[in-house]
């Protein structure tokens, strides 16, 4: 595979703006609110594989091993409305992450749902949470990182 362009070098500034957006995320999904910082890797994970970012996928699945997630969870994304395995606010993540990585319009019963189950600031944050991984993924897709050189820290 030819070597493409390093990103974070090339544009170090544009960069930043993208790592400013994941202070704030990390800041706002601590493990005491609704939105734990696993639900929040959890939909990182689950939205890195409709988007079949390997990069992005090894990743999120290292972070969530490190974190103590189970194998059986994290395979079970794939098929997560079938799974027994997940909470109410974690299927109400996952199935927002689905729905705005699909680019469907979200309707007034869906919209609602979620607002009950996670609050109004969580629903911004992580629809915002949601846009960010999608244009990780892209970048990742496109310059294309050596998968498997992701460490957790």
């Known amino acids: 595979m030819t070597p493409r362009t390093n990103y974070f070098e090339a544009s170090p500034q544009a960069m930043q703006i993208l790592m400013n957006l994941e202070d704030y995320l990390k800041s706002q999904f601590e493990d ?10 959890l939909v990182k994970l689950r939205v890195s594989q409709i988007n079949q970012c390997a990069f992005c996928i090894d990743m999120h699945s ?11 969870r994290m395979i079970g994304l ?9 909470t109410e606010i ?6 927002w992450g689905e729905r705005l990585t699909s680019g469907k ?12 189950c ?6 911004v944050d992580l629809t915002i949470a949601i846009n960010a991984i999608n244009n990780w993924n892209r970048i990742a897709k496109t310059f294309r990182p050596e998968v498997g050189s992701y460490k957790p820290g």
């Not at 609110?33 to 890797?41: C, D, R, S, Y």
Request: hydrophobic share 35%; charged share 30%; no cysteine.
């Open 90 to 95: 974690e299927r109400t993540a996952l199935d």
């Open 118 to 123: 996670l609050g109004e600031k969580a629903v």
């Open 105 to 116: 319009s979200i309707n007034d019963n869906e919209y609602l749902k979620a607002v009950q």
């Open 78 to 86: 794939s098929a997560w409305r079938d799974m027994p395995f997940y």
């Open 32 to 41: 005491s609110g609704t939105l734990t910082k696993k639900v929040w890797e």
């Open 62 to 72: 290292k972070d969530l091993a490190s974190a103590g997630e189970t194998s059986q």
